[in-house]
């Protein structure tokens, strides 16, 4: 057996470059920005790098962002409101920011990881697409680490978490971008 084989893989993706990660004097929902012609090609980038990849599940925040990132990986995902960022909540009207503190945001990753780990067993593949500050609590829960640590989590990169049920948890690859190469002359990655 495969080492991988003894783990649910946890692949912790963060949507592509949008509209609120650039300055712009256009106009658009700062709460929910879509994605930029930049972010819809890295988007293009990761449902590239994941095409090999026959079966996982595939979760989703309900971000615009995330969502369109998540669709160039598959169409069959499960959207969780769980997965939103840091501070921002759905209404009934669209979404909002509110003051979430690091404790209720911990809690809420802890929630989704335990999720995940309840409803997939080993050798699974897990996708979530969520948000860069998320993320990093997701991180934080997956690898059952304190709140000191801090993840640099950059547009359209890819960590991956090894969970398992008789393991510890071992943290694979951390903010990868190496899917993110020139296309067309366009550079897809840049700090």
């Known amino acids: 057996m495969r080492n991988d084989e003894m783990y649910l893989q946890l692949y912790l993706i963060r949507h592509g470059e949008s509209m609120g990660n650039i300055e712009t004097d256009e106009p658009f929902d700062k709460t929910n920005p879509p994605l930029t012609p930049h972010g819809k090609a890295q988007a293009k980038a990761l449902g590239e790098r994941f095409s090999d990849l026959s079966k996982f599940t595939l979760y989703s925040s309900p971000l615009d962002r ?18 939103l960022e840091r501070g921002v909540r759905k209404t009934e009207s669209g979404f909002e920011n509110f003051e979430e503190s690091d404790e209720e945001c911990k809690i809420r990753a802890k929630r989704v990881i335990e999720r995940i780990k309840s409803k997939h067993i080993n050798h699974e593949n897990v996708i979530v697409v969520a948000h860069g500050m998320y993320i990093q609590f997701l991180l934080k829960a997956a690898l059952e680490i304190d709140d000191s640590m801090r993840f640099s989590v950059y547009n ?14 071992k943290l694979a690859l951390q903010n990868d971008v190496s899917h993110l190469k020139e296309t067309d002359g366009e550079k897809l990655f840049w700090m």
């Open 66 to 83: 995330a969502m369109e990132t998540a669709s160039a990986i598959s169409c069959n995902m499960v959207i969780d409101d769980d997965l």
């Open 156 to 169: 359209a990169s890819v960590s991956k978490v090894n969970l398992s049920f008789d393991y510890p948890p």
